[in-house]
């Protein structure tokens, strides 16, 4: 089989999920002939994502969220404006991935949460089969919780999410515990890659910290130096930042780099983040305990929040408080593995969500095994 990706290039969760699916597409003897980015002018692609995919990369303009000022808060109003100036943009871009889906003809186009993705779908109708796959199709499962919305952003988010499967035959919804699939939906465990199974966690004297708007860098700043005695470590993808900034004692700034980003993760004494799905699964997985600060503006994240605590996982919180998380840290240590067991069933996951009649002869032993 051979599968092309599309891929939302917002934070590192959606490329570090490709990466996991393309080493289990290689494992099961499956083709990845390429890879589609959502690329924009405010962030940069982190190297670590055109080594470990090993795949032709293509980038592309696609519709971005627009900030305040301050590079915090989302502004959903003027989002929508500024991508509606860029629809001569985009329709290059649609173009762009209809040149290379006619030159890789793939079996399977598998979506990460790009808005492009569904909307190629919808308008040129390929050959191959549609596939799209995030935490956010979770949204289609009756136990799902929405957080509280403001104005008409839980509209907004399930109109995107509706439109980034247009015409999927299958949606994989990615969420922190087992849950029945749907109709609808397959609900699938967290895509962690194999470098994150490998890692011994430990416990160092640090904090982590991700965040997916610069703009985030200032409060943390402001926190670190009031208190002198907490070590952070934060990552970001801001542009024109160096590969590392000190400017306290007690606080140092890192392009993202995804090793140095796990082995952090594996020895921080707990991760405080913007609620991005993916880091906070890495933290659950080496049972570092979370606090999340959803994002202004981004209801998915709202969202994101709400499941972090309702899984168990840690807590939410509205500014960089890291006292929050040295309490809960104090009070409720992490010893479930649940949440490991949920992720190691993905040779299973796989097997169901191929059909049998593109399976590869390895497919075949391995579900036999599995009945």
Same mark, same amino acid.
């Given at each position: 089989?051979?599968?092309?990706? &599309?891929? !939302?290039?917002?934070?590192?969760?959606?490329? *570090?999920?490709?990466? %996991?699916?393309? @080493?289990?597409?290689?494992?099961?003897?499956?083709?990845?002939?390429?890879?589609?980015?959502?690329?924009?002018?405010?962030?940069?692609? $982190?190297?670590?994502?055109?080594?470990?995919?090993?795949?032709?990369?293509?980038?592309?303009?696609?519709?971005?969220?627009?900030?305040?000022?301050?590079?915090k808060e989302i502004l959903i109003g003027?989002? &929508?404006? !500024?991508?509606? *100036?860029? *629809?001569?943009?985009f329709r290059k871009s649609l173009n762009?991935?209809?040149?290379?889906?006619?030159?890789?003809? =793939?079996?399977?186009?598998?979506?990460?949460?790009?808005?492009?993705?569904?909307?190629?779908?919808?308008?040129?109708?390929?050959?191959?089969?549609?596939? /799209?796959?995030?935490?956010?199709?979770?949204?289609?499962?009756?136990?799902?919780?929405?957080?509280?919305?403001?104005?008409? @952003?839980?509209?907004?988010?399930?109109?995107?999410?509706?439109?980034?499967?247009?015409?999927?035959?299958?949606?994989? %919804?990615?969420?922190?515990?087992?849950?029945?699939?749907?109709?609808?939906?397959?609900?699938?465990? =967290?895509?962690?890659?194999? #470098?994150v199974k490998k890692l011994d966690s430990?416990?160092?004297?640090?904090?982590?910290?991700?965040?997916?708007?610069?703009?985030?860098?200032?409060?943390?700043?402001?926190?670190?130096?009031? @208190? $002198?005695? +907490?070590?952070?470590?934060?990552?970001?993808?801001?542009?024109?930042?160096?590969?590392? #900034?000190? =400017?306290?004692?007690?606080?140092?700034?890192?392009?993202?780099?995804?090793?140095?980003?796990?082995?952090?993760?594996?020895?921080?004494?707990?991760?405080?983040? *913007?609620?991005?799905?993916?880091?906070?699964?890495?933290?659950?997985?080496?049972?570092?305990? /979370?606090?999340?600060?959803?994002?202004?503006?981004?209801?998915?994240? %709202?969202?994101?929040? +709400?499941?972090? /605590?309702?899984?168990?996982?840690?807590? %939410?919180?509205?500014?960089?408080?890291?006292?929050?998380?040295? @309490?809960?840290? !104090?009070?409720? =240590?992490?010893?479930?593995?649940?949440?490991?067991?949920?992720?190691?069933?993905?040779?299973?996951?796989?097997? !169901?969500?191929?059909?049998?009649?593109?399976?590869?002869?390895?497919?075949?032993? +391995?579900?036999?095994?599995?009945?």
């Amino acid at each position: 089989m051979k599968f092309l990706f &599309i891929v !939302q290039g917002e934070g590192r969760g959606h490329m *570090t999920q490709a990466i %996991a699916f393309s @080493n289990m597409l290689k494992i099961h003897k499956h083709e990845l002939v390429g890879v589609i980015l959502g690329k924009s002018k405010r962030r940069a692609i $982190p190297e670590f994502f055109s080594k470990e995919i090993q795949a032709p990369v293509y980038l592309v303009e696609s519709p971005n969220f627009a900030c305040d000022k301050d590079e915090k808060e989302i502004l959903i109003g003027r989002t &929508i404006l !500024q991508n509606l *100036t860029k *629809t001569s943009t985009f329709r290059k871009s649609l173009n762009k991935i209809h040149e290379i889906v006619k030159e890789e003809e =793939p079996d399977i186009i598998l979506n990460f949460y790009d808005l492009l993705g569904g909307i190629y779908n919808g308008i040129f109708r390929p050959k191959a089969e549609y596939w /799209v796959i995030g935490h956010q199709y979770l949204s289609y499962h009756p136990d799902f919780k929405f957080a509280p919305a403001k104005g008409l @952003n839980r509209f907004f988010f399930k109109l995107n999410t509706k439109m980034t499967a247009i015409g999927a035959s299958e949606k994989l %919804a990615l969420s922190f515990y087992e849950l029945e699939s749907t109709d609808e939906i397959t609900v699938v465990p =967290p895509l962690l890659r194999e #470098e994150v199974k490998k890692l011994d966690s430990t416990l160092d004297d640090f904090f982590l910290t991700y965040i997916v708007n610069c703009g985030y860098g200032k409060e943390i700043l402001n926190y670190a130096a009031a @208190n $002198p005695h +907490l070590k952070i470590r934060a990552y970001w993808d801001k542009k024109d930042a160096a590969e590392t #900034e000190n =400017p306290l004692p007690n606080l140092s700034f890192h392009r993202v780099h995804d090793k140095s980003f796990l082995r952090d993760m594996a020895a921080c004494k707990g991760l405080v983040s *913007t609620a991005g799905f993916e880091s906070i699964c890495e933290a659950i997985y080496l049972k570092k305990p /979370v606090m999340v600060i959803p994002v202004k503006g981004q209801y998915e994240q %709202a969202c994101n929040a +709400l499941d972090t /605590v309702h899984s168990g996982a840690g807590i %939410a919180s509205d500014n960089f408080d890291f006292s929050k998380l040295e @309490n809960l840290i !104090q009070t409720k =240590p992490i010893t479930d593995n649940s949440f490991q067991d949920w992720v190691s069933t993905w040779p299973k996951t796989f097997q !169901q969500i191929l059909p049998e009649t593109m399976m590869t002869e390895p497919d075949l032993v +391995l579900t036999q095994s599995f009945s």
